[in-house]
T-cell receptor
């Protein structure tokens, strides 16, 4: 039972354009969400987070949108740069449970073309 | 954010042997986490390690196979015991920082 899903295993985008990475979840108790970027041979790097009390969080070129009714979140990267080419994971947790346990999606490989 | 290091960065081991992976953090943290990422798959939580108490294991993972130590607030080890080729994975430790988690660089294990 995959509670966090990233249905697009890969995505290619031209440099300078917008990259949109999607993530769906099934557990309505999830209330905190993270996005990570992972380069080969490195650990995941935290990018941006969003709490369920918000529907948008922005940090520089990265914006995360949360649609609670659809149980869907997306990461927008604008403008996309070749250095953004990596695997992106979304993760979800039910923070009030106190366990800080995150469930990760399977990842989307983003390729930004120069 | 915390700086996390892991040793070894990679290893090739024979089946039936054991490997201990070390995780060192540059600051004191309450909880440390161990994850596994099998080829082409997501990150799966193995266990949560608090200093001074037994680790809490997730469903499908047992202490006999993945014993964990947490002797102080900056260090933890994960042992992969009696290895089989199915244990070939990237093993990652992470620490909590507020609601976020920060990861070490990972240990790439290949079992032959």
């Amino acid at each position: 039972d995959q509670q966090v899903k990233q249905n697009s295993p890969s995505l290619s985008v031209q440099e300078g354009r917008i990259s949109i990475l999607n993530c769906d979840y099934t557990n309505s108790m999830f209330d905190y969400f993270l996005w990570y970027k992972k380069y080969p041979a490195e650990g995941p790097t935290f990018l941006i987070s969003i709490s369920s009390i918000k529907d948008k969080n922005e940090d520089g070129r990265f914006t995360v949108f949360l649609n609670k009714s659809a149980k869907h979140l997306s990461l927008h990267i604008v403008p996309s740069q070749p250095g953004d080419s990596a695997v992106y994971f979304c993760a979800a947790s039910a923070i009030p449970s106190g366990t800080y346990k995150y469930i990760f999606g399977t990842g989307t490989r983003l390729k930004v073309l120069a | 954010s915390a700086v996390i290091s892991q040793k070894p960065s990679r290893d090739i081991c024979q089946r039936g042997t054991s490997l201990t992976i070390q995780c060192q953090v540059d600051s004191q943290v309450t909880m440390m986490f161990w994850y596994r990422q099998q080829p082409g798959q997501s990150l799966t939580l193995i266990a949560t390690a608090n200093q001074g108490s037994e680790a809490t294991y997730e469903s499908g993972f047992v202490i006999d196979k993945f014993p964990i130590s947490r002797p102080n607030l900056t260090f933890s080890t994960l042992t992969v015991s009696n290895m089989s080729p199915e244990d070939s994975s990237i093993y990652l430790c992470s620490v909590d920082h507020g609601y976020e988690q920060y990861f070490g660089p990972g240990t790439r294990l290949t079992v032959t």
